[in-house]
T-cell receptor
Framework: GENVEQHPSTLSVQEGDSAVIKCTYS??????FPWYKQELGKRPQLIID?????GEKKDQRIAVTLNKTAKHFSLHITETQPEDSAVYFC????????????FGGGTRLMVKP | ETGVTQSPTHLIKTRGQQVTLRCSSQ?????VSWYQQALGQGPQFIFQ???????GRGNFPPRFSGLQFPNYSSELNVNALELDDSALYLC??????????????FGPGTRLLVL
């Protein structure tokens, strides 16, 4: 089945700096890659997603890149703000895996003012 | 916030008991997926329901079962609770059905503690 690895597990940046979180996946049949932000005690919230027919997608300060050949995708947050502090999860969905999202282990991002 | 709701918000059970968790999907969504999130980990897929039928299942034993109703709300039932079942249980709804590419929107979760 699908396996998603996420790095780093924790990331501390200064306000205004950029943050990059990287994920790799194992199943070449995976074709949908969402990113979720989860604040303490709250639900995961979708922040951006990308499908396998696209290499890059951007939404204001957030961008995601996908390299299908290398089977990795990354989240980029520019001009970080303290409210960006949360746990971020990447996920992959494979056509061959019964519609299930497989999540990475999460990255705790801390933005210091 | 999404339109996905879950009940109850918190629950305490003892080992061996049974539990039922409920989820109402967002308006217009006919697919519900259930996930288990242990503390400090990413969510793990339990199963998905589309139009009242199971549409995919993760690596969970048969004592985890579910239902979807005609209004697309859903239940997760867990029998013979074990201590390791303590977790946040999340449901997510999506607008499509058998297509695997539909975005999933999460509810607030039910936190289950098994003593």
């Amino acid at each position: 089945g699908e396996n998603v690895e996420q790095h780093p597990s924790t990331l501390s940046v200064q306000e205004g700096d950029s943050a990059v979180i990287k994920c790799t996946y194992s199943d070449s049949a995976s074709n949908y890659f969402p990113w979720y932000k989860q604040e303490l005690g709250k639900r995961p919230q979708l922040i951006i997603d990308i499908r396998s027919n696209v290499g890059e997608k951007k939404d204001q300060r957030i961008a995601v890149t996908l390299n299908k050949t290398a089977k990795h995708f990354s989240l980029h947050i520019t001009e970080t703000q303290p409210e960006d502090s949360a746990v971020y999860f990447c996920a992959a969905l494979s056509r061959d895996a019964g519609n299930m999202l497989t999540f990475g282990g999460g990255t705790r991002l801390m933005v210091k003012p | 916030e999404t339109g996905v709701t879950q009940s109850p918000t918190h629950l305490i059970k003892t080992r061996g008991q049974q539990v039922t968790l409920r989820c109402s999907s967002q308006s217009g969504h006919n697919t519900v997926s259930w996930y288990q999130q242990a503390l400090g980990q990413g969510p793990q897929f339990i199963f998905q329901y589309y139009r009242e039928e199971e549409n995919g299942r993760g690596n969970f034993p048969p004592r985890f079962s579910g239902l979807q109703f005609p209004n697309y709300s859903s239940e997760l039932n867990v029998n013979a609770l074990e201590l390791d079942d303590s977790a946040l249980y999340l449901c997510a709804s999506s607008p499509g059905g058998r297509s695997p590419q539909e975005t999933q929107y999460f509810g607030p979760g039910t936190r289950l503690l098994v003593l």
